[in-house]
């Protein structure tokens, strides 16, 4: 506490102020006066009285309260101090607000169950939230894990919270099915994300569901295993089969966006039309907004994801709570010095610290001694300075729980109610102990209340068995309206190579790259050269595409690449000779806040029409006539078309390109056909 010193100066009387009752403590004296004493010190001054004048008085919190703390921590506070054990002597405190009517202090041990505390502790803050709608609440733990438990029941009982810090991110639902769909489209060989994915609220799928469809995930692509579904030939649910395939559409999305989206933006919208934005309480929100911040960071500095990073985020984060309406804060016993609350709510009381090692080195400052280390013996013997000094160490660290816990108690205005669970297998009340709780509890005396036991083992069991049955998930699964409606690949629109999914999406962003290292070419050669094979082989080997397929695609994109170069059309979409030729052009589209790609642009030089190509690698099912496939793909890909020609108007305006008029097509490079679309 401040302690005032009168400082008596022959020429000039002062008062001086310091913090804590040690001269060797200078905090809280003007420089001013700081001068004065060192002068009168070296000079010799004599007439120096020293008169030490605590201050007592408590003006927060009520009389009841500090009633209850002077009896209470004079049990467990030595009368004398001992700086070697950490010992500072408890100074009474004298209240200056009047009591309050009802219990100031009380704590409640609740047996096994830390689910019965924190519901117990929920119970109370609704009830004075009811009551007292204006109060301010605090919630107090020595650490994050204590605090947890009280964290989720006051979620599920919708009492809005702030503080940061709180429940880790592995147990906060949202964030861990969008950590599971990151693992996904990071490497969709993860059949365990993709399990996950199923299972989360977005989709939906039972356990019984899943079961059947698992054993198929190692076979079949997204797009296979959505016509297998589709087909009626599993046993899977028809609520099972509609769900399965609202996740698979979603996902069957993001593999045609794969590498065309920014990284966030192709994230985000696979996360909106999963329904993830709206499944989820809005509590949940700023988990899954922390998450998208990280992965904008990666995109930043890498452009890339890297699990690893975000998978050491998400076990070591703690989720926040931010409102402008919250009157219950949640923050560690640390935290909490120097704020004051009407209510009180210290949780997780009995939980142990972190269990005392046995450092190879134990040191000691002692001020009259000096520093004192001692290393590990070679055998437990009693006696040594090593044991000596780990005494000293607990000792101090038993003497700062206290002092913690007088902060925490001390914060309340009005109440304060302290929480704990114990076992309760060899005793109930527990037996006495050395330990901080024991000793705690048995200073309080009657303001100790032990919960009884209920209900029984076997009962607990069972709810947590019922509980652990019971799936939370949408009620149905329609498309989020804010999401374009997605499309999963049919026969009819199937690639023409049957790589499977994954691959065809890396063999379309090879030959993507291979068209555009061709349009790079000063003159359009009359077939690939090795270099662009090389390049489109090393591309796909660098998205791990499997050695029993390299070979074979390969070969196709060469075999493509060709039937491009043979063809007149094909040779005039790639030549060099057009004004402002772009290949693999980035535009950003406001109205969506995402990233578009071009495959092919460029202004005709003769008629000064600005043409934007988009190339598409499907053919002709069997049976199919020509004019019917472009008419299917023209309607299929038109809105996209739309988009890119809008955009390109906006960039020509920009660059104050003379263009006629603007024109938009697909091109089939394994069937080398042109075919115009009406934007």
């Known amino acids: 506490g401040w302690s005032e010193y009168n400082f008596v100066n022959p020429q000039s009387p002062r008062t001086l102020f310091i913090v804590g009752d040690a001269m060797q403590s200078i905090y809280g004296f003007r420089y001013a006066d700081v001068g004065l004493f060192l002068k009168a010190q070296s000079e010799g001054i004599a007439g120096v009285v020293l008169k030490p004048r605590a201050l007592t008085q408590n003006f927060r919190t009520q009389a009841n309260v500090i009633s209850w703390v002077n009896q209470q921590f004079k049990a467990l506070i030595p009368e004398n101090g001992d700086s070697r054990l950490g010992v500072v002597p408890l100074t009474k405190a004298e209240a200056v607000n009047p009591a309050i009517e009802g219990q100031s202090v009380a704590i409640h041990v609740f047996p096994d169950d830390v689910h019965r505390e924190a519901a117990f502790i929920a119970e109370k803050i609704v009830q004075i939230q009811a009551s007292h709608p204006a109060s301010t609440i605090a919630v107090l733990g020595r650490s994050r894990a204590a605090i947890t438990p009280t964290s989720l029941a006051l979620a599920q009982a919708k009492i809005d919270v702030i503080g940061s810090d709180l429940t880790p991110y592995n147990q906060r639902s949202a964030v861990a099915d969008l950590m599971s769909l990151v693992r996904w489209l990071a490497n969709p060989a993860d059949s365990i994300a993709l399990l996950a994915i199923f299972r989360a609220p977005m989709v939906g799928v039972t356990f019984k569901d899943i079961g059947l469809i698992a054993p198929l995930l190692s076979d079949q692509s997204i797009s296979s295993l959505a016509e297998l579904i589709q087909s009626g030939s599993t046993s899977v649910s028809a609520d099972g089969c509609a769900r399965l395939l609202h996740g698979l559409a979603a996902l069957a999305w993001a593999e045609s966006k794969r590498d065309r989206l920014d990284l966030t933006a192709w994230i985000q919208q696979t996360w909106a039309r999963l329904g993830g934005n709206k ?16 992965i904008r960071q990666q995109e930043v500095s890498s452009n890339r994801l890297d699990i690893s990073a975000l998978g050491d985020w998400f076990e070591k984060g703690y989720s926040k709570a931010e409102s402008a309406t919250a009157c219950v804060e949640l923050m560690t016993l640390h935290k909490s010095k120097g704020l004051e609350f009407d209510h009180v709510f210290i949780v997780g009381a009995a939980r142990a610290g972190r269990s005392g090692d046995s450092p190879l080195l134990r040191w000691y400052r002692d001020g009259n001694r000096g520093l004192m280390i001692a290393a590990k013996p070679q055998s437990d013997r009693q006696g040594s300075v090593y044991e000596y000094l780990a005494y000293l160490n607990k000792a101090q660290e038993q003497q700062e729980l206290i002092r913690l816990f007088y902060v925490g ?9 302290i929480t704990a669970t114990q076992k309760s297998e060899k005793a109930w009340p527990p037996a006495k102990t050395p330990a901080f709780w024991s000793r705690f509890c048995e200073a309080a005396g009657t303001t100790v209340h032990y919960e009884p036991i209920k209900p029984s083992p076997e009962a607990r069991s069972s ?16 498309t989020p309206s804010d999401a374009i409606s997605p499309t999963l690949p049919s026969a ?50 660098n998205a791990g595409i499997a050695k029993n397929v390299l070979e074979a695609q390969v070969v196709s994109i060469e075999q493509h690449l060709n039937n491009l170069l043979a063809d007149e059309q094909g040779r005039w979409l790639i030549s060099s000779e057009h004004h402002d030729a772009a290949s693999e052009l980035s535009l950003w589209h406001r109205e969506t806040q995402r990233e578009l790609i071009i495959d092919r642009t460029f202004i005709e030089s003769a008629s000064r029409t600005r043409w934007v190509i988009d190339y598409k690698s499907s053919q002709p099912i069997e049976g199919e006539a020509l004019a019917q496939f472009i008419q299917r793909e023209s309607e299929k890909y038109r809105e996209q078309l739309q988009t890119y020609c809008s955009l390109i108007t906006l960039y020509d305006q920009q660059k104050q390109n003379d263009v006629m008029e603007t024109k938009a097509a697909l091109y089939f490079p394994a069937i080398t056909v042109f075919a115009e679309v009406a934007v």
């Open 409 to 417: 108690v001390t914060r309340a205005k009005r109440s304060c109610t």
């Open 279 to 294: 499944a989820y309480p809005a509590s949940e929100v700023l988990d899954t907004g922390a998450l998208f911040d990280q």
């Open 463 to 478: 709810a947590v068995a019922e509980e652990v049955r019971t799936l939370r998930r949408i009620k149905s699964v329609d």
């Open 492 to 541: 009819a629109t199937k690639p023409f190579l049957s790589f499977g999914n994954l691959n065809q999406r890396r063999y379309g962003t090879a030959l993507h790259r291979a068209v555009e290292l061709l349009s790079r070419l000063t003159t359009v050669p009359a077939s690939c050269p090795k270099e662009v094979i090389a390049a489109a082989r090393f591309q796909l080997t």
